[in-house]
């Protein structure tokens, strides 16, 4: 029996697995529901079986429809690969980029990088997408990002890694808190105060909540969030305490004092790409350039000095 099998309906398949639904399948590529049911429902029919066990909520695959997905992402890798060299050989005149960056990195280091990007390389698309640290390491080991910038540490096992900056956290308190006169204090001494934090997708959360049981205590958290100008807000509307990379204490309403802590977290932030897959040439400009703008050895935008050292993968 001599298939036919429709690339675009591979594509779509795969997407839908990888989601567990046709909603949000159709949300991540951006085509309408009923056009990737009908096109996964004709692959079903070449192929004489069904792949997917349709539920209210969402889907499963079925034995075969798991065959499938494991052989679709291995041709969609082919192709992608065979694009993507295609565009090297053109001299990168065409193709996309899949960064991924959490909220707090971007608005710092990131508007200016991305427009030297495109004004090197304008028909390359930039699709750029915000998530915490947690899920942009599961995006890029999924290939739904081809690199991404993360807060360190990382299995560098898994991912090569170019670090560009070196922070450490303080402590965002109210001008009208007892602390907020001092010009060091020690976490422990926070702990009667509520805290502002991360969502815990993000790798601030984790990191924050490790240091504070360090510390000997549990926080009180009154707010979580996704987006770094609310936590900031809350702070200056008197809501609780946050611990900000000096990098956004420099952008801190005045009603709002950054002290150091006696015991430094520290905010070590890098680029991250697989180590096991082939890294496109697009990948590779985006990686070349960070180098040249992060790691020239100069004063970072908050006066942090970046790490002038990548690790191998490239």
């Known amino acids: 029996m001599e298939l036919l099998v429709d690339i675009t309906a591979l594509r779509y398949f795969v997407e839908v697995a990888r989601k567990e639904g046709f909603t949000r399948a159709s949300e991540s590529l951006h085509v309408t529901q009923p056009a990737i049911s009908k096109m996964v429902k004709a692959l079903e029919e070449e192929l004489g079986t069904p792949l997917l066990e349709r539920e209210r909520r969402r889907v499963r695959l079925t034995d075969a429809g ?4 494991e052989r679709a992402q291995g041709v969609l890798d082919a192709l992608r690969l065979i694009e993507e060299e295609v565009v090297e050989h053109a001299g990168l005149r065409r193709g996309r980029l899949r960064i991924g960056i959490p909220p707090i990195v971007g608005v710092v280091f990131f508007p200016t990088l991305l427009a030297a990007f495109h004004r090197a390389y304008p028909g390359i698309t930039l699709e750029v997408r915000e998530e915490g640290s947690h899920q942009i390491e599961s ?10 910038a993360i807060v360190l540490p990382t ?11 070196h922070d450490e956290l303080r402590a965002a308190l109210h001008e009208s808190h007892p602390l907020s006169s001092r010009r060091t204090l020690s976490l422990r001494e926070l702990q009667d105060t509520p805290f502002v934090l991360y969502r815990p997708e ?14 000997g205590f549990m926080p009180t958290i009154v707010s979580e969030s ?3 100008d609310f936590i ?3 702070v200056a509307a008197n809501l609780g305490v946050a611990l900000l990379p000096t990098t956004i ?3 801190l309403d005045r009603k709002v004092r950054a002290i150091r802590l006696t015991e430094p977290i520290p905010w070590n932030v890098a680029m991250i790409w697989r180590r096991d897959r082939h890294v496109s040439p697009a990948t ?3 990686l070349d350039l960070a180098r040249r703008r992060l790691l020239v050895g100069e004063k970072g935008p908050a006066g942090i000095a970046p790490r002038a050292r990548a690790q191998s993968g490239t």
Do not use: N
């Open 155 to 165: 299995d560098e096992k898994a991912f090569g890694t170019m670090p560009f900056v």
């Open 139 to 148: 995006l890029v080991m999924g290939g739904e990002l081809d690199t991404g």
């Open 66 to 69: 798991r065959i499938v997905f």
């Open 202 to 215: 993000f790798a601030l959360h984790d990191h924050i909540i490790d240091a504070c049981r360090r510390s």
């Open 284 to 286: 590779r400009a985006w």
């Open 232 to 234: 900031v807000a809350a």
């Open 249 to 251: 204490c420099q952008k």
């Open 226 to 228: 996704s987006h770094w």
